[in-house]
């Protein structure tokens, strides 16, 4: 859960910054702004694919019935986009981490009546949440909304790497049929040494998702996890991250991206991994150090690269990441299966009508409150 110090006496004076959402509401009508990406021709195909544009995550007629007014759009970039257009007079911007629109100071000074930054979904770091708290702006997201969806994804991306399944499919699309080109690098998940570097809400759902499968498994954090549940799961903590990083088969990414953590992942730390390693990926692309990746998997060093995280997003064309051997990657969505969207629809729904009341939102929920940044972004 996500902690706050004391605000400073500065803090509490900073422009718009105020004890709780409860004091920055206002009576009446508030103009919502959400970015999604688009549905096209997919929109119509299930009535629970809420996370798009078309869908607007099921709450316009909710919204509009109260008498707020209720933007949305794909169209995030350059200086003539629709964004650029609302953000100016609008209390509310609705944003996700699977089509992130890049709140820049600069966007953040334009948007004078901005009160409340909502992520559907997790991970706020495509906001510049400084300027968000010298703003006085509260940052919000809807904690625990994808990591089942999250966790999940990342044991599929461990057992398609390690089985080397994703070649063996490309034979058959192409009609090709050699066993040998599959079977020469193809392993059991049993007996391998796992390590979680992060073990927050889905490194945790990870550690326990992958005992039944007889691993030897590790984790790096701040903090060790619980006791009871470490002795369950049968996890060690590695309280040095150089330490574990060579005894792993596998590495999974579990943690935010914050100026510590940008670029953690360079030329020298990969080195120090296990030759043959398999990394998985699915907290935030700028994470690693994408040329350093690239070449790590082009040499061999790395035998597998899986995750659906970019930098930036979407991913330019010529991203070397899109090229680079025995990769596993998708474009960001892990996190918005129809039953995560389901979910971060209803926690904005539910943060929405707090707002509107006044009332404060589940403590875990703040990314930005009262000037304080929570710590893991600290």
């Known amino acids: 859960m996500a902690m706050w110090r004391a605000p400073s006496a500065a803090g509490q004076l900073l422009g718009r910054a105020l004890a709780s959402t409860a004091a920055q509401t206002s009576a009446g009508s508030k103009k919502v702004v959400g970015v999604f990406y688009k549905g096209g021709e997919y929109a119509d195909k299930n009535p629970n694919f809420v996370g798009c544009v ?71 770091d495509h906001i510049d949440l400084p300027a968000a708290a010298a703003a006085g702006l509260t940052v919000a997201e809807i904690t625990g909304s994808n990591t089942v969806s999250v966790a999940e994804d990342q044991l599929m991306r461990i057992l398609l790497l390690l089985r080397n399944f994703l070649p063996g499919h490309h034979q058959i699309v192409n009609g090709e049929w050699n066993v040998a080109g599959i079977a020469h690098r193809a392993y059991d998940l049993e007996g391998k040494t796992v390590g979680t570097v992060g073990a927050g809400r889905i490194g945790r759902l990870l550690l326990q998702r992958l005992k039944p499968f007889n691993c030897n498994l590790m984790y790096h954090d701040r903090v060790k996890i619980d006791p009871e549940l470490e002795k369950e799961i049968g996890a060690k903590y590695e309280e040095d991250l150089d330490a574990m990083l060579p005894k792993c088969d596998v590495v999974v990414i579990n943690m935010p991206l914050t100026e510590k953590t940008r670029g953690m992942f360079n030329k020298e730390r990969i080195a ?83 707002y509107f009341k006044g009332e404060d939102f589940p403590a875990q929920n703040y990314i930005v409150k009262a000037g304080q940044l929570a710590s893991q972004y600290q």
């Open 54 to 124: 078309d869908s607007a995550l099921g709450i316009r007629g909710w919204l509009e019935s109260k008498g707020h007014r209720y933007i949305v759009t794909d169209d995030k970039e350059g200086i003539n986009c629709e964004l650029e257009k609302h953000i100016e007079d609008a209390h509310v911007l609705i944003t996700t981490p699977f089509h992130p629109a890049y709140i820049t100071a600069e966007r953040i000074k334009k948007g004078k009546n901005l009160e409340l930054l909502l992520t559907a979904g997790v991970g706020s």
């Open 272 to 354: 120090k991994m296990k030759k043959g390693v398999i990394i998985v990926n699915n907290a935030r692309g700028a994470i690693m150090d994408t040329q350093a990746v690239a070449d790590a998997c082009a040499s061999g060093h790395v035998a597998g690269y899986g995750g659906d995280v970019w930098f930036p997003q979407p991913a330019p064309k010529d991203h070397p990441w899109r090229y680079m051997p025995n990769h596993a990657m998708t474009p960001h969505c892990s996190g918005t299966t129809i039953d995560g969207q389901l979910r971060y629809a209803a926690g904005v729904k539910d943060m929405l009508d707090r």
